[in-house]
């Protein structure tokens, strides 16, 4: 018999680590059992840690249980007939509940399990019935509109202590004799996982009374899934040929990879040349990751794989004794955060290249133009009304907001036009703005104002002086009451 | 006779609504509003409007490519061609295709099959416009070369694209090729002095050079710095014609290539991110500015010559790096740091 399945807690009290996540298990269950309906529960965490065990505990409770594992094919049809079948039986029996449990719902196949996420969603969203789901990967895009609509429950690793206490347990309860050294190398290289643990020691220790540490070697590390961060570490630290090139056995997407050890090269090397040499050897793995994926022949991966990870490896000097806090490639964040700001240009180059006849690039193009255009008033009027603006996409081209007028017809301004001598309006209006300025400062004087707007009336050149004019005198208005109001 | 034509109908519908449209012109963009309305107004392609005007009187044209670099009135011909072409109905008998709309297989596919499968109204036969088609992926030119093949007797088609090269021989073979070149001085200057007229606005001669002279035979861009230095003042002089350019001209790649020069990565990278993933300028413009601002830089003495050399040998291998399906911004970052090692001439 698998010490798994022998040592599998038979009730909540044996089920060792995560406290909270247990007392949550099993208040889920009684709400349900006086008939409270809950939402559903999606039990998130790393193999071996015992999802499936707390899944078949909460079993228990009920009266009885359906579950649908990875082995089971799991299309739209099947989930809806089972979950239709349990619900069914309930109405028949009344007196006790079925629970449905369906495990790994993150390892749905793309196409055999066709609908499958569908029919779950569509059968999470009613709660008529208690069901439990485990997943490994909290991250994955299967589970993300799962998420949503159901109790996430997150299950952490098993502290080491956790399973060297365990271990010790059980090898009391086979009478085999042990080095404490043997039990914990055990604990830690299992990473968390009590299962894969177990597992160990039943095969160096099963038909046996002693284990030694000459046992160990009978089982070898498990092939550990290193994180990303773990690679770049070895990539950008190492000048070791093995260990570089064994680090690049990890499950993430090679680009992500790439991209990652890149964000980090001038983090870490210091010297100009090495950064240079680093760069020559990304700069040919992402050739031959774009000739991947532009052939669809992913034969081309492992020279990538070689550049990025020996190429940039050997390209440092020395090693460099220091530490270097590693982080994730910024143009991520980047993108994210320009998102709104891309869509608003994306809008208006589409407007600007319908009219003109231009493709985005083309359109984009114009942009510099556009701007310094839009900075005089009568010209911003027409391209805002020849391309048909709104007020988001004119705040792109100019800071000052343009005020709401209707267009001036073409005499006015053709004539506003020839007349205007640059220096005199210029000379008028700055000396507007400038005794305007004075008047927000010194907050006094409500009577200048009017014989400001009074001057730019007479030679009828300038609309938008006087409008100005008018404007400051509300606004010294407005500021007049208020200070009124402070005193 | 139309009355029974149920699809004939809804395009005499069509006819007298666009026609309306057409009623008010607005002003806006001179680029647009000077827009050349016949062949006869296009400058500095004299040998393509003879053989675009021997078209025009034989009633009937060949399916056509235009190449050439921008602004030099690739469009413009098109548009006027098939004005003139087909006659007062030309409207709906002319179908442009925008680079910046969706131009996948299947948008090819549908839009050109929906408008070929009409029988010409009001004109000879209908003309479909492809902006840009050295843009189009290998697989959606060969979709329109089928296209092409299937419609001969009904539909003409003209293509522009920058590069002829990198269009498929096919399609080619399929087309009689006009190659568009940039316009000379002369023509730029009757444009200009065009606008300016109707514009009424007060430009002199020097003015004028210095457009001419930035403008490096787009016209396009010309008019676009005639309008922005119009924006500025009545009067363009030379001045505003500098500032225009130097405002309209981007920074970002400038401070980027001296902060590697100063031997800051980090800050030089930092730019180059912000330049291409929240702005969305593309690598082949990228590469275009730094080699432009490189060569700059090395006019001004402010990189020495053999430096400059070498320099110049690395944009040119990052540039076939990322036209060969790289990653533009990946390789960009890496021809940064070849200019980490250059020192900057005092």
């Given at each position: 018999?698998?010490?798994?399945?022998?040592?599998?807690?038979k009730n909540?009290?044996?089920?060792?680590?995560?406290?909270?996540a247990?007392?949550?298990?099993?208040?889920?269950?009684?709400?349900?059992?006086?008939?409270?309906?809950?939402?559903?529960?999606l039990?998130?965490?790393?193999?071996g840690?015992?999802?499936?065990?707390?899944a078949?505990?909460?079993?228990?409770e009920?009266?009885?249980?359906?579950?649908?594992?990875?082995?089971?094919?799991?299309?739209y049809?099947?989930?809806?007939?089972?979950?239709?079948?349990?619900?069914?039986?309930?109405?028949?029996f009344?007196d006790?509940?079925?629970?449905?449990?369906?495990d790994?719902?993150?390892?749905?196949h793309?196409?055999?399990?066709?609908?499958?996420?569908?029919?779950?969603?569509?059968?999470?969203?009613?709660?008529?019935?208690?069901?439990?789901?485990?997943?490994?990967?909290?991250?994955?895009?299967?589970i993300?509109?799962?998420?949503?609509?159901?109790?996430?429950?997150?299950?952490?690793?098993?502290?080491?202590?956790?399973?060297?206490a365990?271990?010790?347990?059980?090898?009391?309860?086979?009478?085999?004799e042990?080095?404490?050294?043997?039990?914990?190398?055990?604990a830690?290289?299992?990473?968390?996982?009590l299962?894969?643990?177990?597992?160990?020691?039943q095969?160096?220790a099963?038909?046996?009374?002693?284990?030694?540490?000459?046992d160990?070697?009978?089982?070898?590390?498990?092939d550990?899934?290193?994180?990303?961060?773990?690679?770049?570490?070895?990539?950008?630290k190492?000048?070791?040929?093995?260990?570089?090139?064994?680090s690049?056995?990890?499950?993430?997407?090679?680009?992500?990879?790439?991209?990652?050890?890149?964000?980090?090269i001038?983090?870490?090397y210091?010297?100009?040349?090495?950064i240079?040499?680093?760069?020559?050897?990304?700069?040919?793995?992402?050739?031959?990751?774009?000739?991947?994926?532009?052939?669809?022949?992913?034969?081309?991966?492992?020279?990538?794989?070689?550049f990025?990870?020996?190429?940039?490896?050997?390209a440092?000097?020395?090693?460099?004794?220091?530490?270097?806090?590693?982080?994730?490639?910024?143009?991520?964040?980047?993108?994210?955060?320009?998102?709104?700001?891309?869509?608003?240009m994306?809008i208006?180059?589409?407007?600007?290249?319908?009219?003109?006849?231009?493709?985005?690039?083309g359109?984009?193009?114009?942009?510099p133009?556009?701007?310094?255009m839009f900075?005089?008033?009568?010209?911003?009027?027409?391209?805002?009304?020849?391309?048909?603006?709104?007020?988001?996409?004119?705040?792109f081209?100019?800071?000052?907001?343009?005020?709401?007028?209707?267009?001036?017809?073409?005499s006015v301004?053709?004539q506003?036009?020839?007349?205007?001598?640059?220096?005199?309006t210029?000379?008028?209006?700055?000396?507007?703005?400038?005794?305007?300025?004075?008047?927000k400062?010194?907050k006094?004087?409500?009577?200048?104002?009017?014989?400001?707007?009074?001057?730019?009336?007479?030679?009828?050149?300038?609309?938008?002086s006087?409008?100005?004019?008018?404007k400051?005198?509300?606004?010294?208005?407005?500021?007049?009451q208020?200070?009124?109001?402070?005193f | 006779?139309?009355?029974?034509?149920?699809?004939?109908?809804?395009?005499?519908?069509?006819?007298i609504?666009?026609n309306?449209?057409?009623?008010?012109?607005?002003n806006?963009?001179?680029?647009?509003?000077?827009r050349?309305?016949?062949?006869?107004?296009?400058?500095?392609?004299?040998?393509?409007?003879?053989?675009?005007?021997?078209?025009v009187?034989?009633?009937s044209?060949?399916?056509?490519?235009?190449?050439?670099?921008?602004?030099?009135?690739?469009?413009?011909?098109?548009?006027?061609?098939?004005?003139?072409i087909?006659?007062?109905?030309w409207?709906?008998?002319?179908?442009?295709?925008?680079?910046?709309?969706?131009?996948?297989?299947?948008?090819?596919?549908?839009?050109?099959?929906?408008?070929c499968r009409?029988?010409?109204?009001?004109?000879?036969?209908?003309?479909?416009?492809?902006?840009?088609?050295?843009?189009?992926?290998?697989?959606?030119?060969?979709?329109?070369?089928?296209?092409?093949?299937?419609?001969?007797?009904?539909a003409?088609f003209?293509?522009s694209?920058?590069?002829?090269?990198?269009?498929?021989?096919p399609?080619?073979?399929r087309?009689?090729?006009?190659?568009?070149?940039s316009?000379?001085?002369?023509?730029?200057?009757?444009r200009?002095?065009t606008?300016a007229?109707?514009?009424?606005?007060?430009?002199?001669?020097?003015?004028?050079?210095s457009?001419?002279?930035?403008a490096e035979?787009d016209?396009?861009?010309?008019?676009?710095i005639?309008?922005s230095?119009?924006?500025?003042?009545?009067?363009?002089?030379?001045?505003?014609?500098?500032?225009?350019?130097?405002?309209a001209?981007?920074?970002?790649?400038?401070?980027?290539?001296?902060?590697?020069?100063?031997?800051?990565?980090?800050?030089a990278?930092?730019?180059?991110?912000?330049i291409?993933?929240?702005?969305?300028?593309?690598?082949?413009?990228?590469?275009?500015?730094?080699?432009q601002?490189?060569?700059?830089?090395?006019?001004?003495?402010s990189?020495?010559?053999?430096?400059y050399?070498k320099?110049?040998?690395?944009?040119?291998?990052?540039?076939?790096?990322?036209?060969?399906?790289?990653?533009?911004r990946?390789?960009l970052?890496?021809?940064?740091?070849?200019?980490l090692?250059?020192?900057?001439?005092?």
């Open positions: 018999m698998l010490w798994t399945e022998k040592y599998s807690p909540f009290n044996e089920f060792i680590g995560n406290l909270k247990k007392k949550e298990v099993i208040e889920w269950a009684e709400q349900w059992l006086i008939g409270n309906l809950q939402k559903c529960l039990i998130v965490g790393p193999p840690t015992g999802k499936t065990t707390f078949h505990l909460t079993a228990k009920f009266s009885d249980f359906v579950e649908l594992n990875a082995s089971d094919k799991r299309s049809d099947i989930i809806k007939r089972i979950v239709g079948e349990a619900s069914a039986s309930r109405s028949l009344h006790g509940m079925k629970l449905i449990i369906l790994e719902v993150d390892g749905l793309g196409t055999d399990d066709r609908g499958g996420i569908k029919a779950i969603n569509e059968i999470v969203k009613k709660t008529h019935h208690p069901i439990i789901m485990t997943a490994n990967d909290p991250y994955s895009k299967r993300t509109s799962l998420k949503r609509n159901c109790k996430v429950i997150k299950i952490r690793k098993v502290h080491t202590n956790s399973i060297v365990f271990l010790k347990r059980i090898c009391v309860n086979e009478g085999i042990f080095e404490e050294h043997v039990i914990k190398t055990l830690k290289r299992s990473n968390g996982d299962r894969s643990a177990i597992g160990d020691l095969v160096i099963q038909g046996k009374d002693q284990i030694s540490s000459a160990l070697d009978i089982v070898s590390q498990k550990q899934v290193s994180n990303v961060f773990d690679s770049v570490r070895t990539v950008l190492s000048k070791n040929f093995a260990k570089i090139k064994d690049m056995r990890l499950d993430v997407n090679p680009p992500f990879i790439l991209e990652t050890i890149v964000e980090n001038p983090h870490e210091e010297k100009a040349e090495e240079e040499r680093a760069y020559e050897m990304v700069s040919l793995a992402d050739i031959n990751f774009g000739r991947a994926f532009s052939t669809r022949n992913y034969t081309y991966w492992k020279y990538s794989f070689d990025m990870s020996l190429g940039v490896g050997l440092k000097d020395e090693t460099y004794k220091k530490f270097a806090r590693y982080r994730g490639s910024s143009v991520y964040a980047m993108l994210s955060k320009s998102r709104s700001k891309r869509a608003l994306d208006i180059a589409q407007k600007i290249g319908n009219r003109l006849h231009l493709s985005k690039r359109a984009i193009a114009q942009f133009y556009l701007k310094i900075t005089d008033d009568d010209m911003a009027y027409e391209l805002v009304n020849y391309f048909g603006f709104e007020n988001k996409e004119v705040k081209f100019r800071s000052k907001k343009l005020k709401k007028l209707k267009k001036p017809s073409k301004r053709k506003s036009r020839s007349v205007k001598k640059p220096s005199e210029n000379f008028t209006s700055k000396k507007a703005q400038k005794v305007m300025k004075k008047d400062t010194t006094t004087a409500p009577k200048k104002p009017k014989i400001l707007s009074k001057k730019p009336k007479k030679d009828k050149t300038n609309e938008k006087e409008n100005k004019g008018s400051s005198k509300k606004k010294d208005k407005v500021e007049k208020t200070s009124l109001f402070h | 006779m139309y009355l029974n034509n149920p699809i004939a109908l809804t395009q005499i519908l069509i006819i609504r666009t309306k449209n057409n009623g008010d012109q607005m806006g963009p001179w680029v647009e509003k000077y050349p309305r016949s062949l006869d107004e296009i400058v500095g392609q004299d040998h393509i409007v003879k053989r675009l005007k021997r078209y009187k034989e009633g044209m060949p399916n056509l490519m235009f190449s050439g670099p921008a602004g030099v009135g690739k469009t413009t011909a098109a548009l006027a061609l098939a004005k003139t087909l006659g007062e109905y409207r709906q008998n002319f179908l442009e295709l925008n680079a910046s709309d969706a131009r996948g297989i299947d948008t090819v596919r549908t839009n050109i099959k929906n408008f009409l029988k010409p109204v009001g004109a000879p036969f209908r003309i479909i416009f492809l902006d840009e088609v050295d843009n189009m992926t290998k697989d959606a030119q060969h979709a329109l070369r089928r296209e092409m093949e299937m419609y001969t007797k009904t003409s003209i293509l694209c920058n590069y002829s090269s990198k269009i498929i021989d399609i080619q073979s087309c009689a090729i006009f190659r568009f070149t316009i000379k001085g002369e023509g730029i200057i009757k200009l002095e606008v007229e109707a514009e009424k606005i007060d430009l002199d001669k020097n003015a004028i050079e457009i001419v002279y930035f035979g016209l396009r861009k010309a008019i676009n005639l309008q230095s119009a924006s500025t003042s009545a009067q363009i002089t030379e001045e505003n014609v500098y500032e225009v350019v130097s405002k001209r981007p920074k970002d790649v400038r401070i980027m290539i001296n902060k590697a020069l100063d031997g800051d990565f980090l800050g990278r930092d730019l180059l991110r912000e291409m993933v929240t702005q969305g300028t593309s690598g082949e413009d990228m590469i275009t500015q730094i080699y601002e490189v060569s700059r830089m090395a006019f001004e003495e990189i020495q010559k053999n430096d050399i320099l110049i040998e690395s944009i040119g291998e990052y540039d076939y790096r990322i036209r060969e399906g790289a990653n533009p990946i390789q970052e890496a021809l940064l740091t070849k200019f090692s250059k020192a900057k001439a005092e």
